[in-house]
């Protein structure tokens, strides 16, 4: 008899967890930095543009800021390169160029960049000899 009123008991006290106003607070505590941890990364994400890596047969050559929400873009899909506008709404061909720009190879291995002087930046803070044989090297 006393399991069965032992049991009951704590199944009255599991559902008497909610009427606590410091279990309720806690719980909604909690909930607000889930979301708050969901819309940093989000921001984070939108902020450092991270995007799916091309497949190669499309790139950016070069873009340029023309207003608050307008991008003009060169594009180059295999040889040919196009100009397009970009705004919030809609994204315009503007012409095919004749004379195409020169890609650096810097702008095709972007994330490739960044991974290399985030490495080497991270390098010189933990062991600063490391940092001064890169330079000696560049």
């Known amino acids: 008899m006393l399991p069965l009123l032992f049991s009951f008991t704590t199944r009255a ?3 008497q967890s909610f009427s606590n106003p410091v279990s ?5 505590g ?9 819309f940093s990364l ?3 994400m939108r902020r450092f543009n991270v995007t799916h890596a091309s497949s190669g047969q499309m790139k950016v050559v070069a873009s340029m800021v ?12 295999g040889e040919e390169q ?4 970009v705004t919030a709404t809609n994204i315009n061909h503007l ?7 020169e890609t650096n190879n810097s702008n095709e291995t972007g994330g490739a960049d960044f991974k290399q002087k985030l490495i080497k930046a991270m390098a010189g803070t933990i062991n600063p000899g490391v940092k001064g044989a890169d330079n000696e090297k560049q």
Do not use: C, D, M, N
């Open 13 to 15: 006290e599991g559902t």
């Open 24 to 28: 309720v607070l806690s719980i909604f």
């Open 95 to 101: 012409s095919k160029l004749e004379t195409p720009l």
């Open 82 to 85: 196009h100009l397009i506008g």
């Open 42 to 44: 989000a921001w984070l």
């Open 30 to 38: 909690s909930l607000l930095v889930v979301v708050g941890i969901i």
């Open 66 to 77: 023309a207003g608050t929400r307008e991008r003009i873009i060169v594009i180059q899909v």
